[in-house]
Nanobody, 125 residues
Framework: QVQLVESGGGSVQAGGSLRLSCAAS??????????MGWFRQAPGMEREGIAA???????KYRDSVKGRFTISQDNAKNTLYLQMNSLNPEDTAMYYC?????????????????WGQGTQVTVSS
């Protein structure tokens, strides 16, 4: 059973930074076939993909977070990270990590079968 556990959320003022972590366990396959992503969902809004990283380290970002957010992974620790800088109130949302095996590493939530429970990020002006 795959488990993804996010941490690192909290409340910050605009312009601040947070680093989210996602600890993964229960995979029966190696990281050489996994794509992992970060998604977020604000109240009343659809879930949106913000960053993804493929097994070879290639990354994708939503335009609104490019240059501010950085996705990375530590395969030895089975942990995914999202460094978020220059946060603004529009970044306020529940943040989720997700994983999929094989295929294209896209920012589409429906492509990911495995999800964490989420961690809340609140940015005040």
């Amino acid at each position: 059973q795959v488990q993804l556990v996010e941490s690192g959320g909290g409340s910050v003022q605009a312009g601040g930074s947070l680093r989210l972590s996602c600890a993964a366990s229960g995979y029966t396959y190696t990281y050489s076939s996994i794509c992992m992503g970060w998604f977020r969902q604000a109240p009343g809004m659809e879930r949106e993909g913000i960053a993804a990283i493929d097994f070879d380290g290639s990354t994708k970002y939503r335009d609104s977070v490019k240059g501010r957010f950085t996705i990375s992974q530590d395969n030895a620790k089975n942990t995914l990270y999202l460094q978020m800088n220059s946060l603004n109130p529009e970044d306020t949302a529940m943040y989720y990590c997700a994983a999929k095996k094989g295929g294209l590493c896209l920012l589409l939530s429906e492509a990911y079968p495995d999800w964490g429970q989420g961690t809340q990020v609140t940015v005040s002006s």
